[in-house]
């Protein structure tokens, strides 16, 4: 195999953030975590008390979704949201920026949205990953300020969606594409090696996973865990 079983499940962020989840099945999601040995888990505000009890002893980490899905929360509600997180166990926070300031064009307010998340999560000593939810955003400009922007207030992490960036088409139906080829390479050409990518959103195969490391991500939402990494056991020993 390209890669070790270790560096892929280390790329993990292993997502537990569907709206209808029960504590049940966030207890499940986190076993599988630990089973599995991904990075951390990606959870709601609410459930990180539970989860790191769940997790406490392990490697995997608590991670936290803050402004989410939509960003829409005011700044100072996304800062006290990060440090009720960071209190509670999260080591790290994937924010949503404001999408509706972003196509505004409100660079300022974007820019302190972010700058006081990351600030909030650093003064706690927690990572940020900061989500530009890519199916809303018009053109590579955009894209690439947001990434000047995170890179500029210090962001650990720039990721592409939440996975529920749902866009309307013509006939009504609602879709979405997620983590992108053509944005990831846009992402990692215009940051630095002190930020890192994060891909999310449709990323539910071995070979989608494998594609994300090549390109330069360092982290992977996936729902589909077990069945990426139970893939790339059969093919281990099929080698």
Known sequence: MKYSYEELAGMIDHSLLHPTLTDDQLRQGCELAREYGVASVCIKPYAIALASQILAGSSVKVGCVIGFPHGNSSTEVKRFE????????????????????????????????????VGEAHSHGAIVKVIFENDFLPDDETKIRLCEICEGVGADFVKTSTGYGFVKGDAGKYSYRGATEHDIRLMRAHCSDKVQVKAAGGVRGLDALIKMRDLGCTRCGASATAAILDEYRRREVSE
Request: hydrophobic share 40%.
């Open 82 to 117: 990060t440090a009720s997180a960071c209190r509670d166990g999260a080591v790290e926070i994937d924010m949503v920026v404001n999408v509706g300031k972003v196509l505004g064009g409100d660079w300022d307010y974007v820019e302190n949205d972010i700058r006081s998340v």
